[in-house]
C-alpha cells in the first residue's frame, strides 16, 4: 500500500527521512507493503512544490544539499493552502519549534488534521502547548497525531509507554531529556568550567547561539509537559512545570558530587502524586549506582517506574538527522499498519 506524504520543512531532519526512506524503500516494502510518494513539500529556504504523483526527490535532496531552491513542480499554493489541497495521507511537520506560541507548526497541524490527514511531527511546540486539541481534532477527523520525535527524537518513548509498556501503570518517568547540558555537565567533570565547556558546546554544534532553551532548561520543560500530559493524562502547561536550568553548576558542586558518589545531571521528572502529577526540571545530584548517573556526553535516558516491572530505563540518542528522521519513519509505518 502506497502512503502518499508531505513534508512541511526540508531542514536536517525532513533530509533525513528521506534519505532513510531511499535507503530502505526496499526492506519496508517486503517487510511491511509499505510504498511511498513524497508529493509536497514546503520550506522557507527551497520553496513549495507539489505533484500528486510524486515528486522527484533525488533532484531536491540535491538542491537542498547545495542550498539551492527547488526548480521542478513548483507550486504557488502558501504552505496552508497547499496542506489542505495536496493528495497527502500524512503531513509530516518538521519546521522549527516554538514554545511561547507553537507557531507556525500550529497551523500547519490544524490544516492537516482538519481535512482528513495524519501529522507526524518532531516538533515540540504544537505538542507541547496543544496536546489535548489536537488530538481532538485528529479523533474528529478519524486521524493520528503522532509526537514520537518530540521526545528524546527516535529514541522510542511515547511509543514505548503506549506499546510494550501499555499495561503497566506508570507512576513516575525521570530522566535526561536534554543532550546540550548532559554533555556540558559530562565536560565539567574532566575540570572545564560552565563558559569554556558552552563555547566548545557551541563550537561543536551542540548548543545554539542562544543557548538558553537548553541550559534554562526550557526545552526539557517542554517534554516534560508532553510526556506528563501523554503518559499521564495531566492535562498540565508548560507553565505548570517547575524549571531550574544548569547555569549555576560550578566545578566546586561537581567536585561536591564526585565525593558523594553522585554524579549532576539535569533531570526531567514526572511523578503521579497524591492523585496530582507533578512536573519539574532541576539539576540533581543522581547516585552513582542509578543507571542514569553512567548516561555521559549527549545521549538521552529516562527511567519508567511501573507498578509490574520496576524501574525500566531506556537509553539513547535525543537528536540528529537520521536518529530524528527514525522517529518520523517510526510514526508513519505505525499508521500504515493500523490501516
Ligand atoms: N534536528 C534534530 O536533531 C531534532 C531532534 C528532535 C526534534 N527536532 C525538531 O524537529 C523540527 C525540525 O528540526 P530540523 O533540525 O530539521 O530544523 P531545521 O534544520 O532548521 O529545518 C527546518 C526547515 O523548515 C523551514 N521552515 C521554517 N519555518 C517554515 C514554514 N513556516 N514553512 C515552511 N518551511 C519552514 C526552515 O527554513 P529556514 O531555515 O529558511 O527558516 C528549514 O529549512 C524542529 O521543530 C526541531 O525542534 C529536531
Given amino acids: 500500500m502506497k502512503q502518499k506524504l508531505t513534508l512541511i520543512g526540508f531542514g536536517t531532519v525532513g533530509k533525513g527521512l528521506c534519505e532513510i526512506l531511499k535507503d530502505k524503500s526496499q526492506r519496508l516494502n517486503n517487510s511491511y507493503d509499505f ?60 519546521t522549527y519549534t516554538d514554545l511561547q506560541t507553537g507557531g507556525p507548526a500550529i497551523d500547519h497541524c490544524k490544516a492537516a488534521l482538519s481535512t482528513g490527514k495524519h501529522i507526524v511531527t518532531s516538533n515540540k511546540g504544537p505538542a507541547a502547548l496543544f496536546y489535548p486539541e489536537m488530538k481532538k481534532l485528529a479523533d474528529e477527523n478519524n486521524v493520528k497525531f503522532m509526537i514520537e520525535g518530540t521526545v528524546v527524537a527516535g529514541t522510542p518513548i511515547i511509543n514505548l509507554t503506549d506499546g510494550p509498556l501499555g499495561g503497566c501503570e506508570i507512576s513516575r518517568i525521570r530522566g535526561i531529556l536534554n543532550g546540550t547540558t548532559n554533555y556540558m555537565l559530562s565536560e565539567m567533570e574532566k575540570g572545564m568550567a560552565y563558559d569554556d565547556v558552552l563555547k566548545v558546546a557551541q563550537d561543536l554544534g551542540y548548543a545554539e547561539a542562544d543557548p538558553t532553551g537548553d541550559v534554562e532548561g526550557f526545552d526539557a520543560r517542554g517534554k516534560v509537559t508532553i510526556l506528563a500530559n501523554i503518559v499521564m493524562n495531566a492535562g498540565i502547561k508548560i507553565a505548570d512545570v517547575s524549571c531550574e536550568g544548569i547555569t549555576k553548576i560550578t566545578l566546586e558542586d561537581i567536585q561536591k558530587a564526585k565525593e558523594q558518589n553522585a554524579r549532576w545531571k539535569l533531570i526531567g521528572s514526572v511523578e503521579k502524586k497524591d492523585g496530582k502529577v507533578i512536573g519539574s526540571v532541576a539539576p540533581e545530584m543522581v547516585d552513582l549506582s542509578h543507571p542514569l548517573a553512567g548516561v555521559m556526553g549527549a545521549t538521552n535516558a529516562l527511567t519508567f517506574t511501573t507498578d509490574l516491572l520496576g524501574d525500566i530505563t531506556i537509553v539513547g540518542p535525543g537528536a540528529g538527522k537520521i536518529e530524528t528522521g527514525f522517529s518520523i519513519l517510526t510514526d508513519i509505518l505505525s499508521i500504515h499498519r493500523s490501516q
Fill in 35 to 94: 510504498d511511498y510518494e513524497v508529493v509536497a513539500v514546503a520550506d522557507f529556504a527551497y520553496g513549495n512544490v507539489y505533484n500528486p504523483n510524486g515528486l522527484d526527490i533525488d533532484l531536491m535532496l540535491e538542491q537542498a544539499n547545495a542550498k539551492q531552491k527547488f526548480t521542478k513542480d513548483l507550486s504557488e499554493l502558501d504552505t496552508v493552502s497547499l496542506i489542505k489541497e495536496c493528495n497527502a495521507d500524512i503531513v509530516c511537520e518538521l
